[in-house]
């Protein structure tokens, strides 16, 4: 199945806002002396059922209380802080893969949502974000015969 012209371009619309927002994350707000610590962004799946659009984000090492999530119109916003728990000045590291620091990951929804209706769980490493579709009112084809008087 092909993607429509406006999938792809909402598409690369979304690729490059996230490229600016990256960028002024960097260099922080305009007139900055330097740059700033880099926001993480986790890698997350989106997903739909019958009922639901479901996200889930890796976010290990993150305790419940450090995150913050938000639904404005279809964008899902996770953002929070992952501490330092690792690191000390006595050690000498040979090499740092495990990012800490500010984190947030900001995603379009593939449908509508309640988002007074979400829920979420943390566990293992793993945020899971449930958010009810708005159920729509079908239109049904009626057939409506009229009688005479």
Avoid at 41 to 65: F, H, K, R, W
């Amino acid at each position: 199945m092909m993607a429509s012209m406006d999938d792809i371009f909402s598409e690369l619309e979304g690729v490059r806002q996230r490229m600016e927002r990256t960028w002024q994350q960097m260099l922080g707000p305009p007139g900055s002396p330097r740059f700033r610590q880099p926001v993480i962004e986790p890698p997350a799946d989106v997903y739909e059922t019958a009922e639901s659009v479901v996200v889930l984000v890796e976010i290990a090492g993150i305790n419940d209380q450090d995150v913050e999530i938000s639904v404005e119109g279809n964008t899902l916003t996770v953002r929070g802080q992952r501490e330092d728990r690792q690191r000390h000045p006595s050690r000498l590291y040979t090499q740092m893969e495990i990012n800490c620091g500010p984190f947030e990951r900001i995603l379009n929804l593939p449908a509508e949502v309640d988002a007074s209706r979400a829920s979420a769980t943390y566990d293992e490493g793993f945020l899971e974000i449930v958010l009810p579709k708005v159920k729509r009112q079908v239109n049904r084809y009626v057939r409506i015969t009229i009688h005479g008087a």
